[in-house]
């Protein structure tokens, strides 16, 4: 792929974060294709730390929308970085936020007529219309769902991760 010149990325490692203040507002984050890579590291001075790469909006409309996966990186040893899928924009000024994990479930009641009951959990998402389960998407790795259903014999029979 065709290397997009006069563009500006830049390698931050996770703790040095969002590029300061400059010309551009940095606004989308991706890893470089085998992050951690050596030969991409932080471009803090000082910092030896394996790098993520921001885009600004202009580059990162390029990576969306273009499939644009190479970059410039300036001032950088690398010179360019090819850019693996699943980038995304990060909203906060301050700090890269990864999209939360979700887990979803397939669940079935062990009574039609039981109304499913979450106790302390909160699903982010929950379908009681499908024809063969209810279908339940909680945030984190789903062991607080599973150990729930595990506890609750009386109103569930069965949990299976589908996502
Ligand atoms: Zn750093």
């Known amino acids: 792929m065709e290397v997009l010149w006069g563009r500006m990325a830049v390698a931050r490692c996770e703790t040095c974060g969002r590029p300061g203040r400059t010309k551009f507002d940095y606004v989308f984050v991706a890893e ?6 050596p030969n991409i590291r932080c471009g803090k001075r000082g910092c030896q ?4 790469i921001w885009l600004y909006v202009i580059d990162a409309m390029m990576y969306e929308n273009q499939k644009q996966r190479i970059f410039q990186l300036p001032f950088h040893p690398a010179k360019t ?4 899928d699943g980038g995304y ?3 906060d000024k301050r700090e890269p936020v990864k999209p939360e994990r979700t887990s979803k479930f397939k669940v079935w009641l062990s009574n039609s ?3 499913a009951v979450w106790g302390n959990i909160n699903p982010v998402e929950c ?3 499908a024809a063969d389960g209810i279908y339940v998407t909680v945030k984190g790795d789903g062991s607080d769902l599973e150990k729930w259903i ?7 029979v069965l949990c299976e991760r589908v996502g």
């Open 127 to 129: 379908d009681y219309f």
């Open 32 to 37: 470089p294709v085998g992050y951690p890579d």
């Open 49 to 52: 730390n394996p790098a993520i």
């Open 113 to 115: 007529r039981q109304r």
């Open 150 to 156: 595990a506890l609750r014999k009386d109103i569930f």
């Open 89 to 91: 924009f990060v909203s």
């Open 81 to 84: 970085v090819t850019l693996k």
